[in-house]
């Protein structure tokens, strides 16, 4: 199975702060590689797929890149919103699987 | 475009439970469908997924041989029996839409959510 590490598991941040977020494979899976925001209590979203492929309607301060064994999610200004905690999943090979998820909370 | 889950509730240990998900607003044989569960303060967990034509099923080393997920083209559902449930099932299961119609054997991203069913296993 694919193991996806994901880091920093939290961090804190202010609003505008620039905001970077890695996931890293245990092995090569090109660019089968998505990322989603979840808030208490609600489901997950989609933010981005196949690397960097931005959603209908998620905010373009939101931007994901990478492929192999390297991939970054970034939030380029930090808005109130955007309190949240983020994971990546793989799309290359089942079972598909997450990261541990990288809480985003307030400084 | 939505889908509602149903059939939650508290289980004992080793006893069956089925989780239903109703679709609507899109045609249900174009995409695969995928359960994914998240454990009381813990992670993502995907589970299961059923191509969108039904031939190609995948589970979760977790699971495996204990849950099978299955669907009713006719009335645009999909479902996860989950037999020999343990503690460990405990979770909120969430039955997702894969992104891409008409697409792989396993499927890809979940661009469609429903809020979850709670499911507790306990005596």
């Known amino acids: 199975d694919i193991q996806l590490t994901q880091s920093p598991s939290s961090l804190s941040a202010s609003v505008g702060d620039r905001v970077t977020i890695t996931c890293r494979p245990s092995q090569n899976i090109n660019s089968y590689l998505n990322w989603y925001q979840q808030k208490p209590g609600k489901p997950p979203m989609l933010l981005i797929n196949?690397?960097?492929s931005l959603q209908s309607g998620v905010p373009s301060r939101f931007s994901g890149s990478g492929s192999g064994t390297d991939f970054t999610l970034t939030i380029s200004s930090l808005q109130p919103e955007d309190f949240a905690t983020y994971y990546c999943?793989?799309?290359?090979?089942?079972?598909?699987?997450f990261g541990g998820g990288t809480k985003v909370d307030i400084k | 475009v939505q889908v509602v889950e149903s059939g939650g509730g508290v289980v004992q240990p080793g006893r069956p439970l089925r989780l239903s998900c109703a679709v609507s607003?899109?045609?249900?044989?174009?995409?695969?469908m995928h359960w994914v569960r998240q454990a009381p303060g813990k992670g993502l967990e995907w589970v299961a997924v059923?191509?969108?034509?039904?031939?190609?099923?995948y589970y979760a080393d977790s699971v495996k041989g204990r849950f099978t997920i299955s669907g009713d083209n006719s009335r645009s559902v999909v479902y996860l029996e989950m037999n020999s449930l343990r503690d460990e099932d405990t979770a909120v299961y969430y039955c997702?839409?894969?992104?891409?119609?008409?697409?792989?054997?396993?499927?890809?991203?979940?661009?469609?959510w429903g809020q979850g069913t709670m499911v507790t296993v306990s005596s």
């Open positions: 196949a690397a960097s």
């Open positions: 607003g899109f045609t249900f044989s174009r995409y695969a």
């Open positions: 997702a839409r894969d992104l891409t119609p008409d697409g792989g054997d396993y499927g890809d991203a979940f661009d469609v």
């Open positions: 999943q793989q799309s290359y090979d089942p079972p598909l699987t």
């Open positions: 059923m191509s969108y034509d039904g031939r190609n099923k």
